[in-house]
């Protein structure tokens, strides 16, 4: 996959772009707060439906204008693609190869990308949403139905915890009710579930040869998936069975809390350096060859399940890695096109 061209107006402190893009490894330099990080985060929309900083469309609106567009030219396997954004006051616009489309949903898929900025640096230190959110990305990346279970999952979640709210409040609930919500929370983390599984198997292969690639094999990475199914069960029925159980085993607990305490919301993977925990005891300079390795992997899983590389944005990473670790990106650019800002 490679960018051809972004076009920007009006978005964040751009007041009209137009940048031309090559295969392999582009540049992008300047001064601080020049708007490197806002181009990436322009392009990165696309992969994503939405930024990657910021929680609202109107923050990505230049200050004082009414709204912004996007645009962005890029080829794949399937030919040339083009997809635009914007968005006046309340309208929204979305095209893609210039024929309107109306759902986010359209929007997202065609487009890939994996990006590396300094806040991921946090996946292995910080709390198991981080992790959540990165393997969240990641899966939708490669498996299209991921995001349509995940949000399925969050609004059945949604209701079976206001049914515990209540059931915790003594107020009175037909059971079928809890049961109904119970079967559909089963139902959409069970997809969640294989889905992850796979994924984090296909993953670890390719980061545990990246970190042992970067540190003359003295490092040694596993990625272990923690979920509350055992992951020998690899049938979805299976694993649906399993949650139910789980669901019902619990539900003392569950009306006790308020609140569900199983399954794919809870979830995380723990991260192995060497046979022990990397959230405890990896360096810095050993948090940032994992999370290199993982990000480099994600692009490799998105090759091996799409067939092609994804673009691969790294925002303001290279100065903070060794010369090793840089030379060792750029050696393997064969066949990528990789953007990196830099001041
Ligand atoms: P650095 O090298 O420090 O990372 P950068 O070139 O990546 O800098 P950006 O993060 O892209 O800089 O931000 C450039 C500027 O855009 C910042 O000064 C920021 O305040 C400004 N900015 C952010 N949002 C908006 C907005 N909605 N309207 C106008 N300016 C904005
Ligand atoms: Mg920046």
Request: aromatic share 10%.
């Amino acid at each position: 996959m490679i960018i051809k061209r972004f076009r920007a107006e009006n978005f964040r402190n751009i007041e009209k772009c137009d940048i031309e893009f090559s295969p392999g490894v582009n540049l992008l330099y300047g001064k601080n707060a020049q708007g490197k990080t806002n181009v990436v985060e322009g392009i990165y929309y696309f992969s994503r439906g939405k930024s990657f900083r910021g929680r609202e469309d109107k923050e990505l609106v230049r200050f004082g204008e009414a709204g912004f567009r996007i645009k962005l030219d890029f080829s794949s396997g399937t030919g040339d693609e083009s997809l635009e954004y914007a968005m006046f006051g309340k309208e929204r616009l979305r095209k893609k190869n210039d024929y309107k489309i109306t759902k986010i949903t359209e929007m997202i898929g065609s487009f890939k990308a994996v990006l590396f900025y300094p806040d991921d640096l946090g996946l292995v230190k910080d709390g198991p949403e981080e992790r959540r959110g990165f393997l969240n990305v990641a899966a939708a990346a490669c498996y299209s139905p991921y995001i349509r279970y995940y949000s399925d999952y969050k609004k059945a979640l949604e209701n079976r915890n206001c049914i515990l709210k209540m059931l915790q409040k003594g107020l009175p609930i037909d059971p079928r009710e809890l049961e109904s919500w119970s079967d559909s929370v089963a139902e959409y983390a069970s997809h969640i579930f294989v889905f992850r599984n796979d994924y984090i198997k296909k993953l670890e292969v390719y980061a545990k040869k990246v970190l042992s690639d970067i540190s003359d094999g003295k490092e040694e990475l596993n990625l272990e998936y923690e979920s509350d199914i055992s992951l020998g069960i690899t049938e979805r029925s299976a694993v649906k069975s399993e949650y139910e159980r789980i669901l019902s085993e619990n539900l003392d607990r569950e009306m006790a809390a308020g609140v569900t305490l199983f399954g794919p919301h809870r979830e995380d993977i723990e991260i192995k350096i060497n046979g022990k925990s990397a959230r405890s005891f990896a360096s810095q300079g050993q948090q940032r060859s994992i999370v290199l390795a993982l990000k480099l992997a994600e692009g490799e899983v998105i090759k091996e399940i799409c067939g092609e590389y994804p673009v691969f944005l790294f925002d303001d990473v290279l100065s903070e890695l060794d010369s090793e670790r840089r030379r060792y990106i750029l050696s393997g650019s064969e066949g990528k096109q990789i953007i990196i800002t830099s001041c």
